[in-house]
């Protein structure tokens, strides 16, 4: 793990302590601060998520036929 990598994750540790206080302490208050620091976990997840192989398709055509093609 990379030093980069490493303040990221605890940076995203530290986002969801407080983002636990926020909830705790103030159940019904700062709910744009709430959603703001949930996107941030989030994107900072799948910046550290393994990547998933993608699907890809391609259309061939052979002998005047249309063929669809996923992998």
């Known amino acids: ?19 636990e ?3 705790s302490q103030y159940p019904n208050r700062f709910a744009y601060l709430k959603s703001d620091l949930q996107s941030f976990i ?3 997840r799948e910046d550290h998520a393994p990547p998933r192989p993608s699907s890809s398709s391609s259309v061939v055509l052979t002998q005047g036929t249309l063929s669809l093609c996923v992998f």
């Open 1 to 19: 793990m990379t030093s980069s990598s490493s303040w990221e994750m605890q940076l995203m540790e530290t986002a969801k302590e407080e983002l």
């Open 21 to 23: 206080i926020l909830q």
């Open 42 to 44: 989030s994107h900072l």
